[in-house]
């Protein structure tokens, strides 16, 4: 059964700092792995989607990698700012699923 | 577009009281999804659909149905609510096929049973 972890569970940094959230899963038969804002009380928003096929996908100040063999992918935020307060989700799509398996999160603070 | 639309966004019911939950999409997706967030944990996928009249089971259906009568909605049915099923609950759509497709969140309906 896939699982998803995101380390840390929470992070505080001061405004401008670039930082690296993780995001692991244990079963690398994958068709590809989504990251997703949640802000508080809030639906999910679509940052990045990676195919399994792809190594990385950007969008403005943020860059998604996926290492498939090894389980891992990160998400980048640079130059961080206030807005980008929220918390992060991590979700892949399992070989011959229709289902999304999400992490935890990571709530991110980013301090003025 | 207004993308996916969820009704009602707050909902406290009694044990044993029934109601549905409604979903609609504007964006002509064949697939379309149910999930539940419980504080502190991932999204699980209660139900599914891959069009109008198809639906199947996810990771946790009890106490939960479903029909998808037309593309736009998929409504999710709780018959006999219980204090277990206090959360919140999101549709999802996306265009078809098992690869790679993006999913997209409505905004959630925070139900609880008391």
């Known amino acids: 059964k896939q699982e998803v972890t995101q380390i840390p569970a929470a992070l505080s940094v001061p405004e401008g700092e670039n930082l690296v959230l993780n995001c692991s899963f244990t079963?690398?038969?994958?068709?590809?792995l989504q990251w997703f804002r949640q802000d508080p009380g809030k639906g999910l928003t679509s940052l990045l989607l990676?195919?399994?096929?792809?190594r990385e996908q950007t969008s403005g100040r943020l860059n998604a990698s996926l290492d498939k063999s090894s389980g891992r992918s990160t998400l980048y935020i640079a130059a961080s700012q206030p807005g980008d307060s929220a918390t992060y989700l991590c979700?892949?799509?399992?070989?011959?699923?229709?289902?999304?398996?999400f992490g935890k999160g990571t709530k991110l603070s980013v301090i003025p | 577009n207004a993308g996916v639309t969820q009704t009602p966004k707050f909902r406290i019911l009694k044990i044993g009281q029934s109601m549905t939950l409604q979903c609609t999409q504007d964006?002509?997706?064949?697939?379309m999804y149910w999930y539940r967030q419980d504080p502190g944990m991932g999204l699980k996928l209660i139900y599914y659909?891959?069009?109008?009249?198809?639906?199947d089971k996810g990771e946790v259906p009890n106490g939960y149905n479903v029909s998808r009568s037309t593309t736009e909605d998929f409504p999710l049915r709780l018959e006999l609510a219980a204090p277990s099923q206090t959360s919140v609950y999101f549709c999802?759509?996306?265009?078809?096929?098992?690869?790679?497709?993006?999913?997209?969140f409505g905004p959630g309906t925070r139900l609880t049973v008391l």
């Open positions: 999802a759509s996306s265009p078809p096929g098992l690869g790679s497709n993006e999913q997209f």
């Open positions: 079963d690398s038969a994958i068709y590809n």
């Open positions: 990676i195919q399994s096929s792809q």
């Open positions: 979700a892949v799509k399992g070989a011959g699923s229709y289902q999304l398996t």
């Open positions: 964006m002509n997706h064949n697939y």
């Open positions: 659909s891959v069009g109008a009249g198809i639906t």
